[in-house]
């Protein structure tokens, strides 16, 4: 099995004590992927009239992150994509993301699967939507699996098999 965790930055009352204390449970719990993006505020929620997340303190949050869990996935948020007129996944990456979370929502349900305005990509198809990250990040796509790069704690040896046994650490 692999095990995902994550946080969003700049949620209402969040201090950066418990940001470091995430990062600490990233760590602790030896996450295999750890999502953290930007809280961006939706208009139909009790949250509508608060402050989105600031980016350079994601960014840093994702920096610390790589820094301490080395191994873990550490995805460019859809949402660090979409808090900006820019797309900042590219920064992402400059500190630490080594994944893109990219939308496979069918088209049909999306409008069901709004968690913030402005979401990049909402309306193109998948392939239409792979075709432009890898354009815009000047990347290639690995269509292989991406299963997590788990480290033996008895060799500190980079095991590429992948997923963890039941019951190990």
Sequence with gaps: YQMGSGNIVGLPGQTVRMIADDILFFKNYQCDMIGIGPFI???RTPLA???QGD???TLKTLAITRIV???SH???TTALGSIESDDL???GFTVGANVLMVNFTPCAYRQWYELYPGKRFAQETRKDSLKCLAQSL???IDYSRGDALLVDPRTSNLNLAGSRAAGSP
């Design 55 to 57: 980016v350079a303190l």
């Design 138 to 140: 000047g990347r290639t």
């Design 74 to 76: 550490l995805p460019a």
């Design 41 to 43: 505020p939706h208009p």
């Design 89 to 91: 996944r590219k920064e």
């Design 69 to 71: 869990t080395k191994y």
């Design 49 to 51: 009239d608060r402050v």
